[in-house]
């Protein structure tokens, strides 16, 4: 795997080579056995956006892996001035073994890994989250023991979450239902993918009808990082696409719950069943660090 940039772009075998990768690297941490197999690597992590977990697990992975990660504000880069994405990509590529970016436009990761000559990792755009889908199916095979034939059940507003668990889902064979308001849908080009998988892929506004039967109920934030301003709109047009004990009720009884953080309790999601399922969400912020390990390895270890 060369890069990272989003998971339209990856096979199936190639989504449970990470995940295994993953398993092991865990399990490795876990019980002291060294896996630095990024000794004396850089990683560049670009943020044009805020982060709490993306940043710091990406930080400690590379630490772990034997490498060391450098973080880099958009605002003191000369991106930030203007600097074209086509140079700065030239130039990290003489000093860094990897780059990890978050940022608005997937054209500019995109543009990294056309113009640069080293492996590229998506940390989140408008468009898509890999990484985070990546530590979610990590965490939902850990606690239902596979993947294959469960039904994933996203509530809210068709994100940049929604766009890359619907991908995810689908190429790792599970049944997924999205309820969004009509006039925020997922991406047509995800849309125009999921529509070659027939009945397994639902799209609905009724949040009972995608929630019926569900094995894992995802939901997000219904303003994201850069729609600060359309805060106030959005609690009134979302107002119910939340996961509450009603939602629940008609998922499996041993229906998972999880949440990228960070959450909004009393938004998308009641504060009691946050609470209920904080084992299986903290897993899933765990995750991360696991699963981003296994993406720098398969990539940055190939070079
Ligand atoms: N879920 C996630 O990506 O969290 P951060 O924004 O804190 O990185
Ligand atoms: N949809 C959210 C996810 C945060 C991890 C955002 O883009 O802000």
């Given at each position: 795997?060369?890069?990272?940039l989003k998971l339209?772009?990856?096979?199936?075998?190639e989504?449970l080579?990470?995940?295994?990768?993953?398993?092991?690297?865990?399990?490795?941490?876990?019980h002291?056995i060294?896996?630095?197999?990024l000794?004396?690597?850089t990683?560049?992590?670009?943020?044009?956006?805020?982060?709490?977990?993306?940043?710091?697990?990406?930080?400690t992975g590379i630490?772990?892996l034997g490498?060391?990660?450098?973080?880099?504000s958009?605002?003191?880069?000369q991106?930030?001035?203007g600097?074209?994405?086509e140079?700065?990509?030239?130039?990290?590529?003489?000093?860094l073994d990897?780059?990890m970016?978050r940022?608005?436009?997937?054209?500019?990761?995109?543009?990294?890994?056309?113009?640069g000559?080293?492996p590229?990792?998506?940390?989140l755009t408008?468009?898509?989250h890999?990484?985070q889908i990546?530590?979610d199916?990590?965490?939902?095979?850990?606690?239902?023991g596979y993947?294959?034939?469960l039904?994933?059940?996203?509530?809210?507003?068709?994100?940049?979450?929604?766009?890359s668990l619907?991908?995810?889902?689908?190429?790792v064979g599970m049944?997924?239902a999205?309820?969004?308001p009509?006039?925020?849908?997922p991406?047509?080009?995800?849309?125009?993918?999921?529509a070659?998988?027939?009945d397994?892929?639902l799209?609905?506004?009724?949040c009972m009808?995608?929630?019926a039967d569900?094995d894992?109920?995802?939901t997000d934030v219904?303003a994201?990082?850069g729609?600060?301003?359309e805060?106030a709109?959005?609690?009134?047009i979302?107002?119910?696409y939340?996961?509450?004990?009603?939602?629940?009720k008609?998922a499996?009884?041993?229906?998972?719950?999880?949440h990228?953080?960070?959450?909004h309790?009393?938004?998308?999601?009641?504060?009691?069943?946050f609470?209920?399922?904080?084992?299986?969400?903290f897993d899933?912020a765990?995750?991360r660090?696991?699963a981003?390990?296994?993406?720098m390895?398969?990539?940055?270890?190939q070079?």
């Amino acid at each position: 795997m060369k890069h990272l940039l989003k998971l339209l772009d990856l096979s199936t075998e190639e989504i449970l080579d990470i995940l295994n990768t993953a398993d092991q690297l865990k399990y490795e941490l876990k019980h002291g056995i060294p896996h630095r197999h990024l000794e004396g690597k850089t990683l560049g992590m670009i943020f044009q956006k805020s982060s709490t977990r993306t940043r710091v697990s990406f930080e400690t992975g590379i630490y772990q892996l034997g490498g060391m990660g450098m973080f880099l504000s958009s605002r003191d880069l000369q991106i930030g001035r203007g600097e074209p994405v086509e140079d700065t990509a030239r130039v990290l590529s003489r000093y860094l073994d990897g780059i990890m970016i978050r940022t608005f436009e997937q054209k500019e990761v995109e543009d990294l890994a056309s113009y640069g000559s080293i492996p590229i990792i998506n940390g989140l755009t408008d468009f898509c989250h890999p990484c985070q889908i990546l530590a979610d199916m990590m965490t939902v095979r850990e606690h239902k023991g596979y993947l294959d034939g469960l039904k994933m059940c996203y509530i809210g507003d068709g994100n940049n979450m929604a766009n890359s668990l619907i991908v995810g889902g689908l190429k790792v064979g599970m049944n997924v239902a999205i309820a969004c308001p009509d006039a925020y849908q997922p991406d047509q080009q995800v849309l125009d993918f999921a529509a070659g998988y027939g009945d397994k892929f639902l799209m609905t506004p009724d949040c009972m009808e995608a929630a019926a039967d569900a094995d894992v109920l995802f939901t997000d934030v219904w303003a994201s990082m850069g729609q600060e301003d359309e805060a106030a709109a959005r609690r009134e047009i979302f107002k119910g696409y939340q996961i509450n004990n009603e939602l629940m009720k008609v998922a499996k009884s041993d229906c998972m719950v999880q949440h990228c953080l960070p959450a909004h309790r009393g938004e998308e999601i009641t504060a009691d069943v946050f609470e209920a399922h904080a084992n299986e969400i903290f897993d899933e912020a765990e995750n991360r660090l696991h699963a981003q390990k296994a993406v720098m390895v398969l990539t940055m270890g190939q070079q």
